[in-house]
């Protein structure tokens, strides 16, 4: 199976190719898509459009991940702008057919820490470990998109285990 894991933005998004083969995982590519700030709106979306869409018919991808949308009742506003990033994804994950699940932010560190409650540092540090990567990924939007990536093939793995 092979994940690609997603932190959409809308200045810099996390993107990972996790492939697993023999109870490993192989990290296939990893990056970060970046837009510039200052366009408006509609020429940003245009561009994560073009960016992911390339991305998607560079990787065979059997599923997409992406942490589920959480609006903070005192921010509501960045909720809404990253939805705007987020239905892109969601959008080109539809038009090349590529399954989406969604996970929850406490879902995605318990799958990886163990913790749902699990600090920024200490995610980063867990994926670094268990990718077996000489530091934590940089910028951490690529990390986060990592963690989704790694959390779906866990809980994947997960339900193979209870069928």
């Not at 109870?23 to 992911?52: C, K, N, S, T, Y």
């Not at 018919?57 to 987020?86: C, F, N, Q, S, W």
């Amino acid at each position: 199976m092979i994940v690609l894991g997603v932190d959409p933005g809308l200045r810099i998004s996390g993107y990972a190719v996790i492939k697993e083969k023999q109870q490993q995982l192989l990290v296939l590519d990893a990056g970060a898509l970046r837009v510039d700030a200052d366009l408006p709106m509609a020429e940003r979306l245009l561009q994560i459009h073009h960016d992911i869409d390339a991305l998607l018919a560079e990787h065979e991808i059997d599923i997409m991940a992406v942490e589920k949308l959480y609006a903070h009742y005192k921010h509501p506003r960045t909720a809404i702008l990253m939805g705007h990033a987020r239905g892109i994804f969601l959008l080109a994950a539809a038009a090349h057919k590529i399954p989406v699940d969604e996970y929850s932010a406490t879902r995605i560190k318990k799958s990886l820490t163990g913790s749902g409650r699990a600090g920024k540092e200490q995610m980063q540090r867990s994926v670094a470990l268990q990718l077996d990567l000489p530091q934590p990924p940089s910028p951490p939007d690529v990390a986060d998109a990592l963690a989704v990536a790694m959390c779906c093939i866990n809980e994947h793995n997960r339900q193979e285990v209870t069928l």
